[in-house]
């Protein structure tokens, strides 16, 4: 019995004569931790796709260790197996990778910073649950969320779509993608019109993401621009024990003159290659952010306006074999200026 077995799998690897096909192999940029496997949770595409979300909140539910409270309209406070922190007490909390970028400078954050992030249409999510690897420098205390953009080379689409719901609510979402010969260009874009079940309360946001890829004779170049934009009407909190639970104080919005106004830019272009057992990946990059927000919720109102233009690169190879066939070695490099400003009135 055992020899027939045995000679029927030779047999049938001889007759096979079709190449295997193998998967498209995308490398996006540094791991979130590649020693700590154990420690991170991701979303896929199909993930995201299904649960189609309207705020951040309705996707890092679904990852076990992360928490994030839903605020009025676009806000939000974030948790990883921590506290939640407000304020500067927030800004080395959580590192917010995007495509293995930074989305703001270290020490320059914005606890709401998910909102210049467009997950609707996110290729990917990886959280990092605990404090951030050494390719992460000063930020990550408390862990590290990674989002992925989707590639318009290995993920082709053409699709629109058209939603309606509840309290005015609307979005429209686009992605396309061209192939040029000489590369592929991709599109991602929605907008949203939402109202409220509270009186003045509603927002409008739009991302738009273009993405180029063109791969080479020694490997690949990417390139993307990913706007943001939030336009406000925040709504203040509701007074009183239970007053949740009365029909009429529940809609009632005790800061109609509150609002949020913020835009976000962010660009990178990223050549990767493989030189014998080594790949590697140079990255550069420009970030600017603008917002101006009425923070209702302090003593006094104060109108705040902050920004910051950035610019920085980013290196990283790993290498295989350096000191004998089981060893490997990752090392990187990260050069960044930044010139921030916020002023209260």
Not at 44 to 52: A, F, K, L, S, W
Not at 119 to 137: K, Y
Not at 218 to 229: H, S
Request: charged share 25%; aromatic share 6%; proline share 5%.
């Amino acid at each position: 019995m055992h020899l027939f077995l045995v000679t029927t799998a030779l047999a049938a690897i001889l007759v096979s004569t079709e190449p295997a096909e193998l998967a498209p192999l995308e490398v996006s940029g540094r791991d979130l931790d590649p020693g700590a496997a154990e420690a991170t949770v991701e979303l896929d595409r199909d993930e995201i796709e299904t649960i189609r979300p309207t705020h951040p909140a309705e996707l890092f539910t679904r990852l076990p260790g992360t928490w994030i409270t839903r605020g009025s309209g676009q806000e939000h406070l974030s948790a990883v197996r921590s506290p939640l922190l407000t304020g500067a007490g927030g800004c080395g909390a959580l590192l917010i990778l995007e495509d293995g970028i930074p989305i703001r400078p270290p020490g320059f954050c914005n606890v709401n910073n998910l909102f210049e992030v467009n997950l609707l249409q996110a290729d990917g999510l990886r959280v990092l649950r605990g404090p951030g690897g050494l390719g992460h420098a000063s930020g990550g205390l408390h862990g590290v969320i990674d989002v992925r953009s989707r590639s318009p080379r290995f993920n082709p689409l053409k699709r629109l779509s058209l939603e309606a719901g509840g309290e005015d609510y609307r979005r429209l979402a686009l992605s396309t993608t061209a192939d040029l010969g000489s590369g592929v260009i991709g599109i991602d874009a929605n907008a949203v019109d939402s109202g409220s079940f509270r009186e003045d309360e509603g927002y409008e946001h739009q991302f738009v993401n273009l993405s180029h890829m063109s791969p080479t004779a020694w490997g690949q170049i990417e390139t993307r621009l990913n706007l943001a934009r939030l336009d406000q009407d925040t709504a203040g909190f509701i007074l009183g024990e239970d007053s949740f639970r009365d029909p009429v104080l529940r809609r009632q919005n005790l800061n109609p003159e509150a609002y949020r106004r913020a835009t976000a830019a962010r660009f990178l272009t990223r050549a990767s290659w493989s030189s014998g057992a080594a790949e590697s990946r140079l990255t550069g990059f420009a970030r600017r952010s603008r917002m101006t927000f009425l923070q209702h919720f302090l003593p006094g109102k104060p109108l705040e306006r902050n920004g910051q233009v950035s610019f920085g690169v980013q290196f990283d190879q790993n290498r295989i074999g350096i000191l004998g066939a089981a060893t490997e070695l990752d090392w990187g490099l990260d050069i960044e200026w930044f010139r921030g400003d916020l002023s209260q009135e």
